[in-house]
């Protein structure tokens, strides 16, 4: 052990540490104090517990000082680490139940600690984000992000635009270093270990709950676990699945080792009873399909839209039957309605119109609509429920016709550059964008992360046919199998 720690001591003194990296360490471990000095404040030692939680916590913050030591000198072990921490951290709800959003604690704290963190191995890997960004696509998100921030000298929550901005650009930035630095399997490996690790611990939790008589008292229940919302845990479980199925494909993982995680992805969306997440998952395996099978189960779908369509215009089947069985309720309404969605488009669209160019400020949703959108039964929202409602009103026309042009790019990739994990992600931004904030929401949820790493992505055989890159070189070994996604 004293020769392993030796052996790790001498490592890190021989760190070759440019003038810029000082500037991000110092800036890191700044943060990291400050993280410490105002957690113990919120805590308290009052028992030996809390003693305990703050020590436990402290050795976390210098752990992540480590890997953010390691991160900065282009490790690639300490990239997919901070990723792993980044796809873990980002949908996580640390709050207890009923506190407000709005407050400062330490939820706010912590994501504020790991985006903090992704801005500063950004800033020191400032050559490969050059690279990374010296396409289309990675500029078109780069200008969105800076909008976004520029959105705050407009905004009605200039404060709020202004972080949530900055946030923003951290998540582009970050993306372009774990990008260049590690590889597809790699990538796949790190958000596939977070994800399995969140819905386990959510697993955990509902285990407790039920134990404890935690459901007591509701019908139709649904479970977020440590996701903050529902529709949150369903997506995390939904894309367990799907990078479940990438990790088969890029040769990562045997299905046959996979019962476990996809029993766990399940449960998520299952509980969840997220509508969204199902159909985006379901939908998102269709792109990493062989070219034959996608034609197969596309005539099949046709097929089996057609034979509904005549059961309708036969009278066989009536529309409200249909309704009632998608219906978590049993209410025809909560379907025509979207879920009361019809009517916050309604209201997004009036808002839009009011600042049609700049929009209100990036985000700024979660200052104006809990103030002025109520339904009849008292429930309000925060965001506009569509991704490009919600980039209208927000971003306005400016930041909305960048959106669109980055997606129409992307569909061109979609028909004529195949890649699975493109793809895939591609497919669950469009779809569920059609009832949620998506991409553009208040903060950057997972699926944000995923995109930005989306627009970056280089197969492996695309990065071999590629000399001008600096990427690691990569095993062609992990081009995805096309007779494997076929079947």
């Known amino acids: 052990m004293k020769g392993l720690g030796v052996r790790a001591l001498s490592s890190m003194s021989k760190e070759k540490?440019?003038?810029?990296?000082?500037?991000?360490?110092v800036l890191s471990m700044s943060v990291l104090a400050v993280f410490i000095g105002m957690l113990i404040p919120m805590l308290g030692i009052s028992t030996g517990l809390t003693a305990l939680i703050i020590v436990l916590v402290s050795s976390l913050a210098i752990a992540l000082a480590v890997v953010l030591y390691f991160a900065a000198c282009s490790r690639p072990w300490a990239i997919s680490s901070y990723l792993f921490l980044v796809i873990l951290v980002t949908d996580i709800s640390l709050r207890p139940s009923g506190m407000e959003t709005s407050s400062f604690d330490i939820q706010s704290l912590t994501k504020l600690v790991i985006w903090g963190g992704a801005l500063v191995i950004a800033l020191t890997n400032l050559s490969k984000v050059r690279v990374a960004v010296a396409r289309a696509k990675p500029v078109l998100l780069l200008l969105y992000a800076i909008i976004a921030i520029l959105s705050s000298l407009w905004s009605t929550t200039p404060w709020y635009s202004f972080g949530s901005g900055v946030v923003l650009l951290s998540v582009v930035v970050f993306c372009a270093v774990v990008a260049e630095s590690l590889s597809p399997r790699q990538i796949i490996n790190s958000i596939l270990a977070a994800m399995t690790i969140f819905v386990m611990l959510s697993l955990l939790r509902y285990f407790y709950l039920a134990a404890t008589g935690g459901f007591s008292g509701f019908e139709n229940f649904r479970y977020s676990g440590f996701a903050g919302s529902v529709n949150n845990l369903g997506r995390i479980g939904g894309l367990l699945l799907l990078f479940?199925?990438?990790?088969?494909?890029y040769r990562s993982m045997s299905l046959r080792r996979g019962w476990t995680l996809t029993g766990l992805g399940l449960f998520a969306l299952v509980t969840s009873q997220s509508r969204t997440a199902m159909v985006a998952t379901f939908i998102s395996f269709w792109p990493t399909?062989?070219?034959k099978?996608?034609?197969?189960?596309?005539l099949l779908g046709s097929i089996i839209l057609v034979i509904v369509m005549l059961l309708y215009g036969n009278k066989l089947i009536e529309p409200e039957q249909g309704a009632q069985f998608i219906s978590r309720s049993g209410e025809v309404g909560e379907v025509t309605t979207l879920t009361g969605r019809t009517s916050i488009w309604s209201y997004a669209w009036e808002k839009y119109q009011q600042s049609p160019l700049l929009g209100h400020g990036y985000a700024a949703t979660r200052e104006f609509m809990p103030k002025e959108y109520f339904t009849v039964y008292g429930w309000t929202t925060n965001s506009a429920h569509n991704t490009v409602l919600q980039s209208l009103v927000t971003t306005g026309?400016?930041?909305t016709s960048i959106l669109l042009m980055l997606w129409l790019l992307q569909f061109h990739d979609f028909l004529f550059r195949r890649s699975p994990f493109r793809d895939s992600i591609f497919t669950i931004v469009i779809v569920s964008g059609l009832?949620?904030?998506g991409v553009v929401g208040l903060m950057p949820t997972v699926?944000?992360?995923l995109w930005s790493l989306s627009l970056f992505w280089h197969d492996p055989a695309e990065s071999s046919a590629s000399t001008t890159k600096s990427r690691k070189p990569l095993d062609n070994s992990f081009v995805p199998s096309r007779n494997n996604a076929g079947g």
């Open 397 to 399: 026309i400016l930041g």
């Open 293 to 298: 099978m996608r034609a197969i189960t596309l």
């Open 447 to 449: 699926i944000t992360v």
């Open 289 to 291: 399909l062989s070219g």
């Open 244 to 249: 479940l199925w990438l990790s088969h494909l």
């Open 435 to 437: 009832t949620e904030a």
């Open 17 to 25: 540490i440019s003038d810029p990296w000082k500037a991000g360490m």
